[in-house]
């Protein structure tokens, strides 16, 4: 049986237009080629 | 080795690029976007797979959230990048891009509605959202998960088909349908046990007793009810509808029949009557007939027997008595003027002195009471001339019958006497012998 307000919690506001920029500021970029770097970095260290 | 490395991670972020590819081509939008996160987890530089993700959250409805992929990728590589060509369809039409922001609204402001209990509000302005915006997964999500909310199951079961057809293996999509598939079970076995079994308390005990043997029970004896009620009808159908129609048609059909016969009797005794008619006719006609041959007859007879009579007469060879024979068979009516002139020459010839003699005998008999012989004397008397001696002949006729005991023809005789010479001597002779004495005439003497 669904528990209605815990599937609610599951439903997300959607973007507006107004919050395409702060979205596109906040999006992580992060990927594995960064991950490598940093683990190059520490093993160079 | 490092490049190694880096060759490796673009061979695995192409991989899943791949993945998603296929994926969003069978619209499962949720394991693409999945597999295009993984993607870019791999390479963020993967421009083809931002900008196949930020298709996929086109499609799926997502737009601003598509658009944020597209800039990044126009950000990664300005030129030669078909993110600007999506960027640019986008913001080519503003009122489009405003009826979009005005959708999103609506649906953020439908989680606060639900958060606030006001699930109606929220339904139907969810409504008009999927009419706006019939690609955007969440408001069909959100749409379902209210309906089933308020147990309106068959609509819910509508919003998830179009839901489902959006983005076909979304988890929450299919949790609503797995959801709904259930509900339906528990409600149809509900309602089969509630027709199953019959549920009841008796003291401190529960009792649940299977609905399917009084049912079977009462089955059968309800067949029969109804059979027997479906005859009685039928029954009455036929006795108050048909019967009276059929009958009705017979008494017409017979009473057609009888006014037949009725004409046909009518006509029949018409003609009985004009045959009887006619038959009574040719009877009377055949009594003429035979009325005209007696007489002619008669005639004949008549004219031979006086012709019989004057011969004998002529001859002189025959007594009275054979001459008086033959007269008495001439019919004088008979006979034209001639033949009753010598009839009556005859009569007085013969008749007369004849009477004369056998009255004289008569008269003798009955004084020395010979009286039977008297009788044939005196009748041979009043058949020649009856009225002989004026009347005197038929008194003396009588007194003979009254002395030889037959009453009858006494009576008969003076009464004779009586009608025919009335006011005479004879007449009162007559009267002094119907009183019963009948010493008179003859016998007086």
């Given at each position: ?29 992060s ?8 683990v ?6 | ?7 490796k ?52 409805g997502?737009?601003?959230e ?26 080519s ?23 606030q209990?006001?699930?109606?509000l ?36 509508q ?5 489902r ?18 509900l ?16 009841y ?57 009888l ?31 035979e ?40 019919k ?57 001696n ?13 002395k ?9 005789r ?32």
């Amino acid at each position: 049986m669904l528990d209605f307000q815990e599937e609610l919690k599951k439903f997300k506001p959607s973007l507006e237009v107004e919050d395409i920029e702060d979205a596109v500021y906040q999006e992580n970029l992060s990927d594995m080629t960064d991950l490598l770097r940093e683990v190059m970095d520490q093993n160079n260290k | 080795m490092e490049y190694e490395y880096k060759q490796k991670i673009i061979y695995q972020s192409n991989y899943w690029y791949n993945d998603g590819l296929r994926k969003a081509n069978m619209h499962d939008l949720s394991g693409a976007i999945v597999s295009l996160r993984r993607s870019l987890q791999y390479n963020r530089d993967n421009v083809a797979a931002r900008n196949l993700l930020g298709l996929v959250y086109y499609g799926r409805g997502e737009v601003c959230e598509g658009l944020v992929e597209w800039i990044i990728s126009k950000n990664f590589k300005a030129k030669d990048n078909i993110a600007n060509y999506f960027i640019a369809s986008i913001q080519s039409s503003e009122s489009e891009l405003e009826n979009y922001n005005q959708v999103v609204k609506k649906f953020n402001q439908c989680l606060n509605y639900c958060q606030q209990d006001g699930e109606d509000l929220a339904i139907i302005q969810l409504k008009k959202i999927v009419v706006e915006q019939p690609n955007f997964l969440k408001a069909h999500q959100l749409l379902a998960l209210l309906y089933l909310h308020t147990e309106q199951y068959a609509r819910a079961r509508q919003t998830l088909r179009t839901a489902r057809k959006i983005d076909t293996t979304n988890e929450q999509t299919l949790l609503y349908m797995h959801e709904l598939t259930q509900l339906r079970g528990k409600k149809l076995k509900d309602q089969t046990q509630k027709e199953e079994t019959i549920t009841y308390t008796l003291g401190n005990e529960t009792i649940i007793q299977p609905v399917s043997a009084r049912i079977k029970e009462a089955a059968g004896r309800n067949t029969i009810l109804n059979i027997l009620l479906g005859i009685i009808v039928g029954a009455a159908f036929v006795w108050f509808l048909i019967v009276p129609a059929v009958v009705t048609s017979k008494n017409h059909t017979t009473n057609r029949q009888l006014v037949e016969y009725s004409d046909q009797i009518a006509a029949k005794d018409a003609e009985i009557s004009a045959q009887k008619s006619a038959l009574a006719e040719y009877r009377s006609t055949n009594d003429e007939s035979e009325e005209t041959v007696q007489t002619a007859a008669s005639t004949s007879d008549s004219y031979e027997n006086l012709m019989l009579a004057s011969s004998q007469y002529d001859s002189n060879q025959y007594n009275n008595s054979t001459i008086a024979e033959a007269l008495l068979n001439v019919k004088r009516a008979a006979l034209g003027a001639q033949g009753q002139a010598r009839y009556d020459e005859l009569v007085q010839s013969v008749f007369t002195p004849l009477c004369d003699e056998l009255y004289a005998t008569a008269v003798s008999q009955i004084q020395v009471a010979n009286y039977a012989s008297a009788i044939d004397s005196l009748n041979q008397v009043v058949s020649m001339i009856e009225g002989y001696n004026d009347g005197a002949a038929l008194l003396n006729l009588g007194v003979a019958y009254a002395k030889n005991g037959d009453t009858e023809n006494a009576t008969t005789r003076f009464n004779q006497v009586v009608e025919t010479y009335p006011n005479t001597d004879i007449a009162a002779a007559a009267k002094t012998a119907l009183g019963g004495d009948s010493n008179v005439g003859a016998a007086a003497q």
